[in-house]
Nanobody, 126 residues
Framework: QVQLVESGGGLVQAGGSLRLSCAAS????????MGWFRQAPGKEREFVAR????????YYAGTVKGRFTISRDNAKNTVYLQMNSLKPEDTAVYYC???????????????????WGQGTQVTVSS
């Protein structure tokens, strides 16, 4: 059974940093592309970042590029999201997800991810 557990969220002032973690189990973690998404109240879930199986390729949303870094440790079955220079507009619930290898759509499409964690709240105060 696939399980994804996010942690590391919290309340931080604008300009601060947080590191999110997503511990995975129930599948061969190193064989799957992983992604981070976020959802703010009243808004659709949006793509944040994605990392390839070995970590050699990463992709970011334009709104976080240069401030966020996605990484993974396959020995620990964990994917991370380092968030720096946080802004109030980064406030959202953050989710990690597993890419469905059979999906042919865009890499930032939530429909392409078939397992999701429960999310961790990130709140950035101004």
């Amino acid at each position: 059974q696939v399980q994804l557990v996010e942690s590391g969220g919290g309340l931080v002032q604008a300009g601060g940093s947080l590191r999110l973690s997503c511990a995975a189990s129930g599948f061969i973690f190193s064989s799957y592309v992983m992604g981070w998404f976020r959802q703010a109240p009243g808004k659709e879930r949006e793509f944040v970042a994605r990392i390839s199986q070995i970590g050699g390729r990463t992709y970011y949303a334009g709104t976080v590029k240069g401030r966020f870094t996605i990484s993974r440790d396959n020995a620990k079955n964990t994917v991370y999201l380092q968030m720096n220079s946080l802004k109030p507009e980064d406030t959202a619930v953050y989710y990690c997800a597993v890419w469905s290898s059979g999906y042919s759509g865009a890499y930032n499409d939530p429909a392409g991810y078939d397992h999701w964690g429960q999310g961790t709240q990130v709140t950035v105060s101004s």
